[in-house]
Structure formats: structure tokens, C-alpha cells
Nanobody
Framework: QVHLVESGGGSVQAGGSLRISCSVSGYTVDSGYCMSWFRQVPGQKREGLAA???????TYVDSVKGRFHVSKDSAKNTLYLRMDSLKPEDTAMYYC????????????????????WGQGTQVTVSS
């Protein structure tokens, strides 16, 4: 059974950095799953940010490219999202998601293809 558990969220000042984690159980991060990070502000749809395939190839949406970086630790079976130069508009609940399938920008434009989701971790950026 697949479980994704996010952690590491918190409050940070604008311009700061934060790294959030997604601990995976039920499969290994090197085993054919595409994993991603989404975020959601109350009242808005979930926004795809970045994805990484099992080979480590990454894809980012333009709004976070250069500021956000996805990585993984195979030994810990964990996916990370490092966020730099944070802005107040980055304030949101951040979710990791996974599915078996394509792992490119179109998959980040919808949350419908992602089969597995974590419970989210809140990131708050103050000005």
C-alpha cells in the first residue's frame, strides 16, 4: 500500500529558503513512479510545481523554475523540494503526489492523473 507523508513545512520570511520532504512507503523512488509537488491555496485549485521521474529527470513549471529544486534520496526513499527566494505568494499547502506514467509538464497541469497523494505540509512566507 502506497503512502506519502510530507513534512518540513513552516513559517519563513520572504527571501528565505525551506526544504520540505515526502517520505514514501509502498514503493521505491527509483522504481518507475513519477513523483511531483503541488501546492494549494484555500479556494483555489491545486497547482503543479515540479516533477521527477524514477531516473531523476526533473520538470518545473515556469513560475518556480530556478527557485525550486526537486531531489531525492534513494536510501531514505524520500523526495525533497527545496524552495529558495521564497515570496509571500508561495504561501500554500504543499503536497507530494505519485503515479505510474508520463512525467512531464502536461502532467503538472492537472491533478487528475496523480493516483497517490500525501496529506500536505503548510508553508507560510511572511513579508
Amino acid at each position: 500500500q502506497v503512502h506519502l507523508v510530507e513534512s518540513g513545512g513552516g513559517s519563513v520570511q520572504a527571501g528565505g529558503s525551506l526544504r520540505i520532504s515526502c517520505s514514501v512507503s509502498g514503493y521505491t523512488v527509483d522504481s518507475g513512479y513519477c513523483m511531483s509537488w503541488f501546492r494549494q491555496v484555500p479556494g483555489q485549485k491545486r497547482e503543479g510545481l515540479a516533477a521527477m521521474d524514477d531516473g531523476g529527470t526533473t520538470t518545473y513549471v515556469d513560475s518556480v523554475k530556478g527557485r525550486f529544486h526537486v531531489s531525492k534520496d534513494s536510501a531514505k526513499n524520500t523526495l525533497y523540494l527545496r524552495m529558495d527566494s521564497l515570496k509571500p505568494e508561495d504561501t500554500a499547502m504543499y503536497y507530494c503526489a505519485a503515479h505510474i506514467g508520463f512525467c512531464s509538464r502536461p502532467e503538472l497541469l492537472t491533478d487528475l492523473v496523480w493516483k497517490y497523494w500525501g496529506q500536505g505540509t503548510q508553508v507560510t512566507v511572511s513579508s
